[in-house]
């Protein structure tokens, strides 16, 4: 490309001087190093792509049918540098191994952080937002690696799942129960099929039969779960210690390992509280405080450590103590309990790094 213009720096006129310069500048095209922000709105049938250049101009727009191949190629025919951005779903995982080596970065975001761009809504118009976030560095990352701990995540999951299902049908199964007067207690009532011959009516025993097979069928698929997911976890040495922390077993340890995966991501424990949603964010206006609300956090680990603690706390160990010293200090039982919780949650993250056994020393002298 040749840019010719008339150069004349000391304000003198051609018709006054009798003189003007003609210079030629030659540029040579940049594409190679343009900087391109890629937006891409994922469906499990389309991908909606839209692709900006530094300046924030639209230099294209595709919908390409969600097909790993395709998607590969579209990528790879845009020129340039490329960021490229989608958000966090069931199909994060997949898009991040697919697509991770075929771009310069790669951010999978957080659509709850997002949602307030979110007024009008379309696929095109998703995309393009994402696209200017992206250009703006206005968008919170969710970490993914390709790694076989994430993988791993899959397995805990449908495990997750299938325990909730499982509680979701033990609460109608004694629902029925409860709706004839017989309140019954105890696991023995999801064990003995002898009790449905109580009910009076024929409805109840029907649906208390049928439910009762989907129970045992649940458990079944429950005890599988549980067989591969400590085949699988043997894989992962950092289960071993954190299976000696009180009130954390095998199933604790893999949620733990699936959700965390790198443990140095976290640069200390009070981020490790704040993504495991066991902090409290302050608020202020006018440099005055007003309150703290809940931050949003991964609730499969708030889960892990907050059972983990009920656990400990019925046993005679360090962080039973620990919870006692600090009642006898005046602490109310629920912020005691709480802070056992965050204790826990600090020791695992510890003993992760530092590639050791729990000791009750670590309570009061943590590792550096």
Known sequence: MKLLYEANPFGISKDQKGFGVMVTLTFQPQKERCMKYIGMDAHSSI?????????????????????????????RSIEGKKKLVFEESELSQWLYELL??????????????????????????DARRLAKLLRGGFLTPVYHSGSARERFRSLMSGYQSLVEEATRLKNRYKSLFRKEGNNVKGKALYNDESLLEGFERSDFKFVG??????????????LAYVKEIKRVSKGFKEVRWLKTIPGIADIQAS?????????????NKYKYYSYCGLARHGRSSAGKPCGSIKGHGNRAL????????????????????????????????????????????????????HERRYDDQLIDNPLK
């Open 100 to 125: 991770h080596d075929e771009v310069d970065e790669l951010i999978v975001c957080n659509p709850v952080a997002n949602r307030e761009y979110k007024k009008a809504k379309s696929d095109k118009l």
């Open 302 to 353: 708030k889960c892990v450590y907050k059972m983990a603690a009920h656990s400990a706390l019925r046993g005679d160990n360090g962080l039973r103590r620990y919870h006692d010293r600090l009642c006898a200090k005046g602490v109310n039982e629920g912020d005691a309990y709480n802070a056992v919780c965050r204790k826990i949650a600090a020791i695992s993250l510890s003993l992760w790094k």
């Open 255 to 267: 949620k733990i390992v699936a959700q965390v995966i790198d443990p140095h991501r976290f640069p």
């Open 209 to 222: 039969e049928r439910t009762f097979e989907l129970l045992q069928q649940m458990e079944l698929q429950r």
């Open 47 to 75: 991908c909606v792509f839209c692709v900006m250049d530094e300046h924030g101009v639209e230099v294209d727009e595709a919908t390409i049918e969600t097909n790993g191949r395709l998607l590969v190629e579209y990528v």
